[in-house]
């Protein structure tokens, strides 16, 4: 089974509201990743947040980290129609290159 | 610098082929991971190549196979295809620090 979990599975929200997805995993990590998928596309890096840090911020981005509840979460400000994509979360839980991903938050931005 | 490149972007193939599949990594990263992605299963790793040693391996048969060049460009093969193999599949690069992995836009096998 998948190490993480994402909740919700989809979202939808207009233009300009805030979006936040939920990634919850079950071991000790090393780091965690933060991806966008449009379509069936190839997975785009956001951002990466090591064990020991609890808050990083990447322009609209923000995601926090809880190594005690294992969760993180990814805040999307200000959100845009562009934003629509999938979004994983992926796990390392030691210093190689190996990832386990959640199944995936859909959102859906309506203009 | 240059992203990930993954060739081929599409395939088709049909049940019992084998199939080749080729990653060049970023300019200077020494690590190539493979994912499989379907529906169904979602996301799963398949292998990764660190300096031409697979040094992670995931849950897949033995019909998965990889290898990783002096240059660091991986391939993966796939022999005997099966219907259940029709997936996406990428590769990743991987940064050294803090094992920032960076994806190509992957290769869509269809197997008939």
């Known amino acids: 089974s998948q190490q993480g979990e994402e909740d919700p599975q989809a979202l939808s929200i207009q233009e300009g509201e805030n979006a936040t997805m939920n990634c919850s995993y079950k071991?000790?990590?090393?780091?965690l990743q933060w991806y966008r998928q449009n379509s069936g596309r190839g997975l785009v890096h956001l951002i990466l947040i090591r064990s020991n840090e609890r808050e990083k911020h990447s322009g609209r981005l923000r995601v926090t980290l809880d190594t005690s509840k294992k969760s993180s979460s990814l805040l999307i400000t200000a959100s845009r129609a562009a934003d629509t994509a999938s979004y994983f979360c992926?796990?390392?839980?030691?210093?190689?290159?190996?990832?386990?991903f959640g199944d995936g938050t859909t959102l859906t931005v309506k203009p | 610098k240059a992203g990930v490149t993954q060739t081929p972007r599409y395939l088709i193939k049909t049940r019992g082929q084998q199939v080749t599949l080729s990653c060049s990594p970023i300019s200077g990263h020494r690590s190539v991971s493979w994912y499989q992605q379907t529906p169904g299963q979602g996301l799963q790793f398949l292998f990764e190549?660190?300096?031409?040693?697979?040094?992670n391996k995931g849950n897949f048969p033995g019909r998965f196979s990889g290898r990783q060049f002096s240059n660091s460009r991986s391939e993966m093969n796939v022999s005997t295809l099966e219907l259940g193999d029709s997936a996406l599949y990428l590769c990743a690069s991987t940064s050294g620090a803090y094992n920032e992995q960076f994806f190509g836009p992957g290769t869509r096998l269809t197997v008939l």
């Open positions: 190549y660190f300096s031409e040693t697979q040094r």
């Open positions: 992926a796990t390392s839980a030691s210093n190689a290159g190996k990832s386990t």
């Open positions: 071991t000790s990590i090393n780091n």
